[in-house]
C-alpha cells in the first residue's frame, strides 16, 4: 500500500507562471489519469511525484514522509517510474533490462537470484515479450520496447506506478493488454497515476482525473466528475461532440464544415 | 692620336681594372649539397641558420660578420648576443630579409628545405653545410673562410683541426680495440650508429662502437641490448656541461664488464655532439678514458 | 568474485591466464638470451647473477608497470564510457592526457630529473581534471555532454600548448619528448605505485558494477531505480580521472588501450559492467604487456613506441570482432 500526497505543488516549468497550487492524495487502488494538451506539464508532473524533478513550491508526501528527504533507493522500492523517452546508451538484452527492476532490491555485492530471475520472467510473459528475452533492446520496434518498459517496472514491485503515455507505441490489442494490467495492478491494493494524451483511454481506464491547462490551472476528481465535455474543451482548445459506447463515454473532435469529409464511405 | 682609339684605349683600361677587381673580389665554394656558391666581394653580413654553423663561422674567423643566428646558439660566449632569426626548425624569414645578408648559412638536414629554398628565391645567397666526417670539419672552417675573406684565421684553424686528429689516429692507430658504448641520451636510451661522427671520434681512439651496425643514425636502444654488447667503456654526455648522472645507473649492472673496471666516463656533450674544431677536445678526452679503459685490463 | 555468473567467471580465468602467459612471454624475451630452466633458476632464488639483474630489474618490473598501466587505462576507459555514456569516450577524452602532457614536457624542457617529470606529469593530470570539471559545472550544472564538450576544447587547448613547448625546445630534447607523447614504458621507474592504485580502484568499482548498469540506461532512469545519480558521476569521474593520471605518469600517454579493450570486452562477453570492468583490467593489462613486449623486442636493440604495437594488434582485432556482431 502507498500513498502519494502533494501538498501546495507548484511544479517547476521555466517561464510559466505558478499557477494553482496542486494538493492531491492518491490513494491505494485508485487509477489517476493525467490529461491536458502538449506542454500541460504531464511529464514534468510525473517527474515531480517521482522526486525526480524538484518543485519550484510545495511538496510530495510518499506515505507520510517527505520525498525530498527519502533515499532513493528507498524511495525505488515503492515506487516505478516508466518513462516516455527512453535511452538504450550501451546495448543489453531484454531480460538484462527486465532484471535491472530488481537493483533496488539487491545489495551492491549481490547478483540476481533465482527469484529475481523468475520475477523479470513473469513480467516479460505478462507483457508477451518473453519470446524477445534474449534479444537485443536496440533491435525491437517502438511497441516492444515500449511493452520491455512496462515488464521493467513490473519486476519493481512497486506499490505506486508512475506511468508516462504506457500505451505510447502500441497497437489496439497491446494498448488495452497494458492498460488491463495497471487496472489489475490498481486492483491488488497499487496506486496507478498514468499521463495520458488519449482522452478516451482515460474515460474508459481511470477513476480519477486531473486536468491540467497550458496557464498552471487545474483540476481534479472523480472521473465520472471530471469527464464534463464543457470542462474537456476548454482544457485541449477543441470542441467536442460526446456519445457512449457499451456505457463509457467516448470523445471525438466535432467536425469543422472546413475539414475534408469523405462522406461516400 | 685619333680620339676613337684613344676612346678604345680608355674603355680597355676601364675594362682591364673592373676585371682585375671583380677577379679579386668575387669568391666561390662547393657546399655540402654540391651546388657552387658564389659571392661578388666577401660577405659582410652572415645569418647562420644552426648552432653549429655559428660557431663555425666564428673559429673561422668570420664571427665579427655574423649579424643573425638561430636560438640556442650558445658558443662562443659572444654568438649569445647575435639576433635571433627564429629556431633552426622554423625560420623567422622576415627576420632574416631585415638583416639584408649578403649570406646564409643553411644546415642541410636541420633547416626546412622549403624555407632555405625560399630564402634563395628571395635573392639570398645561400650556403648549405652538413658536416659528417671530420675531413668536412676542416673543409668547411676554409670554406667559411673563405666565403668571409678571412682565409688566413680558417685555414690556421683547418690545420689545427686537422693536425689534431691525425696527431691521434697516429697515436691509437695499433692501441688495442676498446668496445665502447656512447650514450647520447638517457630518457629515451640513444645512441650513435657507425655513421655519426661521434663513432668517428671513437674510431680514431681505437674504439670499437657496439652499435656502429644499427641503421638508424641516433637509434633508440634498450638497457638490455647494452647489457648483451657488454661494452669495455660506457660514456655518456648528459643534460648539463658536468654533470655525468647519466652513469650512475648502470652501476646497478655489476656483471657489466664496464662496471667491474669503473670505466664508466664522462665526456661533455658540447665537445662531442656538435660537428665543431671543439670535437678535438672531446676526442682527446675520450682518447684518454679509453687509453684509461686499456689500462685497467 | 561478486555478482559474476559462472560463464563470465569461467571468462576472466581466461583472461587472467592470457595476462599471465603475456608476463611469462615477457619475462622470457630480451636482447640478452635467457632459456626457460635458467628463467626459472632465477625465479626459485638461484641463477646467473646476470640473469638476476635482468630479469628482477629490468624485464620484471618493465612488464609489471606495463600490465598495471593496461589495466589502468582500460579501467578508466570503461568508466568513462559509461560515465559519458559515450562509446567513444577513452581516457583522454577529457583532455586529462593533454594537461599531463604539458606538464611533463614542462618539466623536460627546464631539464628536471625523471622524477620532477612523472611528479609534473601527474600535478597536470590533476589541473586538468579540475578544470574540466570546474568548467563544465558552470552556471547551469554540468552534463554528460557538457562535460564531454568541455573536456575535448580543453584538449585542444593542451594540445596546442603541446605543440608550443615542441617548438621551444632544443634538439637534443625532442626524442624524448616525442616518445613521451607517444607513451613508452621505458619511462617507467617502478611499477608499485601505479598497482596500488590499480588493486583498490578495481575492488572499488567491482560493487558499483550492476549500479553502473543501471546508470548506462541514463541518469533519470537510473534516479527512478534508486541510483543517487550525482555523487555516483562524481565518484566515477574522479576515480577515472585518477585511473589515467597514474597511467600517464607510469607510460606516458599510451593510446587506444582504453577506447578498444572495453569495447572488445563488450562485443564479446555483453555489456554487464560487472565483468567488463575487471575483465578490463586483465585484458587491457595482457594487451599492453604483450605490445611492450613486442615493441622492445621485434626489432632489437632498436626499440619502437609501444602505442604503434597496441594500435597494431588492437585495430584489427577489434574491427573483425565488430565485423561479426550482430
Given at each position: ?22 494538493s ?71 531480460l ?39 534479444r ?10 515500449q ?97 457512449r ?9 466535432t ?11 | ?12 683600361a ?39 654553423a ?57 633547416n ?82 657507425g ?30 641490448a ?13 643534460m648539463g656541461e ?56 | ?22 608476463v ?40 609489471l608497470?606495463?600490465?598495471a ?44 630529473a ?90 572499488a568499482?567491482?560493487p ?35 585511473l ?38 586483465l ?16 626489432l ?27
Amino acid at each position: 500500500m502507498a500513498m502519494l500526497e502533494t501538498r501546495d505543488l507548484v511544479i517547476d516549468i521555466p517561464g510559466r507562471a505558478d499557477g494553482r497550487s496542486l494538493s492531491l492524495c492518491l490513494a491505494p487502488g485508485q487509477r489517476w489519469g493525467i490529461l491536458g494538451p502538449n506542454g500541460a506539464g504531464k511529464t514534468t508532473l510525473l517527474h515531480t511525484l517521482a522526486g525526480l524533478h524538484p518543485p519550484r513550491a510545495g511538496r510530495v508526501y510518499l506515505d507520510g514522509a517527505p520525498l525530498a528527504t527519502l533515499k532513493r533507493k528507498m524511495v525505488a522500492r515503492r515506487l516505478a517510474l516508466v518513462f516516455q523517452e527512453r535511452q538504450d546508451g550501451f546495448p543489453a538484452t531484454v531480460l538484462e533490462t527486465a532484471l535491472i527492476g530488481r537493483h533496488p532490491f539487491l545489495a551492491p555485492w549481490q547478483r540476481e537470484g533465482t527469484e529475481d530471475l523468475r520475477l523479470a520472467r513473469e513480467a516479460l510473459a505478462a507483457l508477451a515479450v518473453d519470446h524477445l528475452a534474449d534479444r537485443l533492446v536496440t533491435t525491437l520496434s517502438g511497441g516492444e520496447r515500449q511493452r520491455v518498459a512496462i515488464a521493467t517496472a513490473l519486476t519493481q514491485t512497486p506499490a505506486l506506478w508512475l506511468a508516462d503515455e504506457p500505451t505510447n507505441h502500441l497497437d489496439l490489442r497491446h494498448q488495452v493488454a497494458v492498460m488491463r494490467l495497471l487496472a489489475d495492478q490498481a486492483r491488488r491494493g497499487a496506486t496507478v497515476v498514468m499521463g495520458l494524451h488519449d482522452l478516451n483511454l482515460a474515460a474508459r481506464w481511470c477513476d480519477h482525473l486531473l486536468l491540467l491547462f497550458p496557464d498552471g490551472q487545474h483540476c481534479a476528481g472523480p472521473a465520472e466528475v471530471m469527464l464534463e465535455p464543457r470542462a474537456l474543451e476548454r482544457l485541449y482548445g477543441q470542441p467536442l461532440t460526446m456519445t457512449r459506447v457499451g456505457g463509457a463515454p467516448v470523445f471525438v473532435p466535432t467536425p469543422d464544415p472546413g475539414d475534408p469529409v469523405d462522406h461516400d464511405r | 692620336m685619333p680620339r676613337s682609339s684613344l676612346f678604345r684605349a680608355l674603355i680597355q683600361a676601364v675594362g682591364l681594372i673592373s676585371l682585375a677587381v671583380s677577379a679579386r673580389a668575387q669568391v666561390c665554394v662547393d657546399d655540402d649539397a654540391g651546388r657552387r656558391v658564389c659571392l661578388e666581394q666577401p660577405a659582410e653580413r652572415i645569418v647562420a641558420l644552426s648552432p653549429g654553423a655559428t660557431e663555425l663561422l666564428f673559429d673561422a674567423g668570420a664571427g665579427e660578420r655574423l649579424v643573425g643566428a638561430v636560438s640556442f646558439s650558445d658558443f662562443p660566449p659572444a654568438a649569445k648576443a647575435l639576433p635571433r632569426v627564429g629556431s633552426y626548425k622554423r625560420l623567422d624569414m622576415e627576420a632574416i630579409l631585415a638583416l639584408k645578408p649578403d649570406l646564409v648559412v643553411a644546415w642541410i638536414s636541420g633547416n626546412p628545405d622549403t624555407q632555405v629554398q625560399r630564402l634563395e628565391e628571395l635573392g639570398l645567397t645561400v650556403y648549405r653545410g652538413e658536416p659528417l666526417r671530420f675531413a668536412d670539419v676542416a673543409d668547411t672552417l676554409e670554406r667559411f673562410s673563405v666565403l668571409a675573406g678571412t682565409e688566413r684565421a680558417g685555414r690556421a684553424a683547418a690545420d689545427h683541426f686537422r693536425d689534431g686528429i691525425t696527431d691521434l689516429r697516429g697515436r691509437y692507430a695499433d692501441a688495442d680495440p676498446v668496445t665502447v658504448f656512447y650514450e647520447v641520451w638517457e630518457e629515451p636510451l640513444m645512441t650513435v650508429n657507425g655513421e655519426h661522427l661521434i663513432s668517428e671520434a671513437i674510431r680514431v681512439c681505437g674504439g670499437i662502437n657496439v652499435f656502429a651496425d644499427q641503421t638508424s643514425l641516433a637509434p633508440r636502444i634498450g638497457k638490455e641490448a647494452v647489457i648483451a654488447k657488454d661494452p669495455e667503456a660506457i660514456v655518456a654526455g648528459g643534460m648539463g656541461e658536468d654533470n655525468p648522472e647519466w652513469l650512475e645507473p648502470w652501476k646497478r649492472f655489476p656483471a657489466l664488464t664496464a662496471v667491474q673496471r669503473d670505466n664508466l666516463f664522462f665526456v661533455p656533450p658540447s665537445t662531442l655532439q656538435r660537428p665543431t674544431p671543439q670535437m678535438l677536445k672531446g676526442t682527446r678526452l675520450l682518447c684518454r678514458h679509453l687509453e684509461t679503459a686499456r689500462a685497467r685490463r | 568474485m561478486p555478482g559474476v555468473s559462472g560463464r563470465g567467471l569461467a571468462a576472466l580465468m581466461v583472461l587472467a591466464g592470457l595476462g599471465l602467459l603475456a608476463v611469462a612471454a615477457a619475462l622470457a624475451v630480451g636482447s640478452v638470451p635467457i632459456t626457460v630452466t635458467q628463467l626459472l633458476a632465477v625465479l626459485t632464488g638461484g641463477g646467473d647473477p646476470l640473469h638476476r639483474e635482468l630479469l628482477l630489474s629490468l624485464r620484471l618490473p618493465r612488464a609489471l608497470a606495463a600490465f598495471a598501466t593496461g589495466g589502468l587505462l582500460s579501467l578508466a576507459g570503461a568508466l568513462m564510457q559509461v560515465l559519458l555514456r559515450n562509446p567513444l569516450a577513452d581516457p583522454y577524452v577529457l583532455g586529462l592526457s593533454g594537461g599531463a602532457a604539458v606538464g611533463a614536457l614542462g618539466a623536460m624542457l627546464v631539464g628536471a630529473a625523471a622524477f620532477g617529470v612523472s611528479g609534473a606529469a601527474f600535478a597536470g593530470a590533476l589541473l586538468s581534471t579540475l578544470l574540466v570539471f570546474g568548467l563544465a559545472q558552470g552556471v547551469g550544472g554540468w552534463s554528460p555532454t557538457r562535460l564531454l564538450l568541455t573536456g575535448v576544447v580543453v584538449a585542444a587547448g593542451w594540445s596546442a600548448v603541446v605543440t608550443f613547448l615542441l617548438t621551444l625546445s632544443p634538439a637534443d630534447q625532442l626524442p624524448g619528448m616525442l616518445y613521451w607523447l607517444m607513451g613508452d614504458l621505458s619511462y617507467a621507474r617502478s611499477p608499485l605505485p601505479a598497482w596500488l592504485v590499480l588493486v583498490p580502484a578495481l575492488l572499488a568499482t567491482l560493487p558499483l558494477g550492476r549500479t553502473l548498469n543501471v546508470l548506462a540506461r541514463g541518469p533519470l532512469q537510473a534516479a527512478a531505480l534508486g541510483v543517487a545519480v550525482r555523487p555516483l558521476e562524481i565518484t566515477v569521474y574522479v576515480l577515472a580521472s585518477l585511473l589515467t593520471a597514474v597511467a600517464v605518469t607510469t607510460a606516458g600517454s599510451v593510446g587506444f588501450v582504453g577506447l578498444v579493450v572495453p569495447h572488445m570486452l563488450r562485443l564479446l562477453l555483453g555489456n554487464d559492467q560487472r565483468l567488463i570492468l575487471p575483465a578490463s583490467v586483465l585484458a587491457g593489462g595482457a594487451l599492453l604487456t604483450l605490445a611492450d613486449t613486442l615493441a622492445r623486442t621485434l626489432l632489437a636493440p632498436e626499440q619502437l613506441p609501444v602505442g604503434v604495437i597496441t594500435a597494431l594488434l588492437g585495430v584489427p582485432t577489434f574491427l573483425f570482432l565488430l565485423y561479426r556482431s550482430r
